[in-house]
C-alpha cells in the first residue's frame, strides 16, 4: 500500500526545556506544515499523540494542538498508547486517508516531563498492575531492561562492555543531529564508569525522560502529486499490533507472563509468535519487504542491551548474533545496516507521546538525503519498531 | 494480649489474596474452570485465553519452587508508591523465576541478605514471606524468592 505519503516532517528538539508541552507541538507541528509547504487551514485531520503527565489539555491532545494552531473545523483524534502512542496516532490519521475521508492529516506528539524515573499515576489504586509493581516490588522500568540485559549475559555470553560499546555507538551517531538532547561522545570506559542503577545497566545506558515534539504531515499520493510536494516519502506500513495468548515473556508493567501451558489462540494450537517478533513481523508482511530490504532501522534502545535483542527482533540477525553484528560495525553508519543512526533514545532521552513520530521525522530525512552528518548513504528503506506499555505494537515502514 | 498474638496481629499481607502465609507459603493463582489456564495474579470476571468464555475461577496454589530466568537490583531508591523500609534505602534485588508446572515466570524481589552476586540464571528458588514495610498499626508481608540451599544449578 502507498496510498498514503509523508509530506513533511518537523521537531522541536529535545531537552529539559520545562515549558508547556504545547509549545513543543506547535513548534514541530509548524516546522512539518512548512517542509510540506502545507497551509494549515488546508489540514483536514489533526491527530494528537495524548500525554498523561500535562493534566486534561494532555489526554485530549488531538484537541489542545488543534486549538492552539486555531480552530478550523477539522476533524479531530486523539490517541494514548504509551510509547507507541504516536504511531497510533499516525496509523489513525492513515486510516482516514485511505479511507478517502480526507487527503491531508497532520500528526502531532509532544511532551513534557518530571526529572527522574518514570512513575505511575498518583493515590491508591491497588487495581493497576503499573501502581502496584512500584508498591509490592519497587520495579521501576530499568528493572525490566535489565532483566533482558542480564538474560543476553545468561544465554548468548553477552557482557558489560559490549552494552557500552551500543551506548557509545549511539552517542557517536547522536553527536551532530540538532534536535538530540544529549550530544556527548562517550567512551567505552566512560560508560562503564557510570553508576550502576539496575544490575547489568548503568545510569547512561538507561533512556532518561525528556521534553520534546514532534509532527508528521500524512497526505494522500494524489495530493502530493497536485501539490507538488518534494521529494515525498511513501508509508509502506504501520503495525499496531497486540501479543497473541499465550504471553510467556515477562512485559513491564506485567508481575507474571502468560501460562505457556495454556492452549494458544488458534484453534487447533500451533506456535505463538512472540510480541516483540510479531511488531515487525506484521510491518514486513503489509508492506512486501523483508529485513533484507532495510537501509536503516531506528529502534526504541529504552536500554543500551534492548538495542541488542531489536537487532534480533526486526530480523536483522538470529537469535544470539546481535554482538557479533555490533563489533563487525553493521550497525554503524557506513555499516551494512545502521541502527538509530538519530543517536536513538540515548541521545534523545524519552519524549513518550513524541517519540514513535520522532523515529519517522529521522527515517523520512534519511530517505530524502537531508540527515548531514549521519546520513545512511543511498537510504532507500527505513523501520521503526517501539513497543508501547500493557501490549501495545508500533512499527513504520516507510520508503522512497 | 500475647506476644505471639499481637505479633500476628501486626504482621499482615501488603495485599490480600495474592499469596498465603503458612509454614510452606505459597503464589495464591486460580484456574479457568472452562478451559483449564492458571492465571496469577488471579483472574477475575473473564479468562484471558482468546478461545475461552469461562467467567469462573478456582483458587489454586503455585510451585513454591523455581528457577531464576533472569535477575537485577535497585540501586537507587524506586518513586512512590513504593515505600521504604528505613529511613536510609538499602539497595534490594529481583528476580523473575520461571515456574515449570505452570510454565509462568512471576517477578519478585530477592530474599532479605542475598544480592546480585548471589544469584545465576537458572538457579533453584523458594517462595518466602518477608517484611516489605511499615507504618504504625503494621508491618506488611510481601512473598519474596530465596535461593534454595540445597538447590541444584539448571
Known amino acids: 500500500m502507498s496510498d498514503v505519503v509523508v509530506a513533511g516532517v518537523g521537531m522541536h528538539p529535545w531537552g529539559k526545556w520545562g515549558r508547556n508541552f504545547v509549545e513543543y507541538g506547535i513548534v514541530a507541528a509548524r516546522a512539518a506544515l512548512a517542509d510540506a509547504g502545507v497551509d494549515y487551514r488546508d489540514v483536514q485531520f489533526v491527530s494528537g499523540a495524548d500525554t498523561v503527565r500535562n493534566g486534561y489539555p494532555g489526554y485530549v491532545a488531538g484537541a489542545t494542538f488543534a486549538q492552539a494552531l486555531g480552530w478550523t473545523g477539522a476533524r479531530v483524534a486523539s490517541s494514548y498508547a504509551a510509547c507507541a502512542s504516536g504511531a497510533t496516532a499516525l496509523e489513525v490519521a492513515r486510516a482516514e486517508i485511505l479511507a478517502g475521508r480526507c487527503d491531508v492529516a497532520l500528526v502531532v506528539g509532544a511532551d513534557t516531563t518530571p526529572k527522574g524515573f518514570l512513575a505511575p499515576t498518583a493515590g491508591e489504586r491497588p487495581d493497576d498492575p503499573d501502581w502496584l509493581r512500584f508498591r509490592l516490588l519497587g520495579a521501576t522500568n530499568p528493572t525490566y531492561f535489565a532483566l533482558y540485559a542480564r538474560r543476553r549475559m545468561a544465554l548468548y555470553g553477552a557482557t558489560e562492555r559490549d552494552f557500552a560499546e551500543v551506548r557509545a555507538k549511539n552517542a557517536r551517531h547522536g553527536l551532530e543531529n540538532p534536535n538530540a538532547r544529549y550530544r556527548k561522545d562517550f567512551s567505552v570506559d566512560d560508560i562503564l564508569a557510570s553508576p550502576m542503577v539496575a544490575d547489568p545497566l548503568r545510569l547512561v545506558e538507561i533512556c532518561a525522560t525528556s521534553d520534546g515534539g514532534a509532527a508528521v504531515v500524512l497526505t494522500s499520493a494524489d495530493y502530493a502529486v497536485k501539490q507538488g510536494v518534494a521529494r515525498p516519502v511513501k508509508v509502506r506500513a504501520v503495525s499496531t499490533v497486540t501479543p497473541a495468548f499465550p504471553q510467556t515473556v515477562i512485559e513491564m508493567p506485567h508481575f507474571a507472563t502468560d501460562s505457556g501451558a495454556a492452549a494458544g489462540w488458534r484453534a487447533g494450537g500451533g506456535e505463538v509468535t512472540a510480541f516483540k517478533d510479531s511488531i515487525t513481523l506484521a510491518a514486513y508482511e503489509e508492506a512486501g519487504l523483508g529485513p533484507e530490504d532495510l537501509s536503516l532501522a531506528e529502534v526504541y534502545d529504552l536500554s543500551s542491551a534492548l538495542e541488542l535483542d531489536w537487532y534480533e527482533h526486526i530480523g536483522l540477525c538470529k537469535a544470539g548474533e546481535a554482538e557479533r553484528m555490533l563489533h563487525d560495525g553493521d550497525t554503524t553508519i557506513g555499516g551494512r545496516i545502521p541502527v538509530n543512526p538519530s543517536g536513538g533514545l540515548a541521545c534523545f532521552g524519552e519524549a513518550v507521546p513524541a517519540q514513535a513520530l520522532a523515529q519517522v521525522c529521522e527515517v523520512t530525512w534519511q530517505l530524502r538525503g537531508q540527515a548531514g552528518a549521519r546520513q545512511v548513504d543511498g537510504a532507500t528503506v527505513g523501520i521503526t519498531a517501539n513497543q508501547g506499555l500493557f501490549g501495545h505494537g508500533s512499527s513504520v515502514i516507510l520508503s522512497r | ?154
Open chain 2, 1 to 154: 494480649m500475647s506476644d505471639t498474638a499481637f505479633e500476628q496481629d501486626r504482621r499482615t499481607p501488603a495485599i490480600e489474596g495474592w499469596f498465603t502465609t503458612d509454614a510452606e507459603p505459597s503464589l495464591l493463582g486460580n484456574r479457568c474452570t472452562t478451559c483449564g489456564t492458571v492465571f496469577f495474579p488471579k483472574a477475575s470476571f473473564f479468562c484471558r485465553n482468546p478461545a475461552c468464555n469461562g467467567a469462573e475461577f478456582e483458587e489454586t496454589r503455585l510451585s513454591r519452587r523455581g528457577r531464576i530466568w533472569s535477575f537485577t537490583d535497585a540501586q537507587y531508591q524506586p518513586p512512590p508508591p513504593y515505600i521504604p523500609r528505613a529511613a536510609e534505602f538499602a539497595p534490594f534485588a529481583l528476580a523473575a523465576v520461571e515456574l515449570s508446572d505452570e510454565q509462568m515466570v512471576v517477578l519478585g524481589q530477592i530474599a532479605e541478605g542475598y544480592g546480585v552476586s548471589d544469584l545465576h540464571v537458572g538457579q533453584e528458588v523458594e517462595l518466602v514471606i518477608e517484611d516489605l514495610y511499615s507504618d504504625d498499626d503494621h508491618d506488611y508481608v510481601v512473598y519474596k524468592w530465596k535461593p534454595v540451599a540445597d538447590g541444584s544449578t539448571a
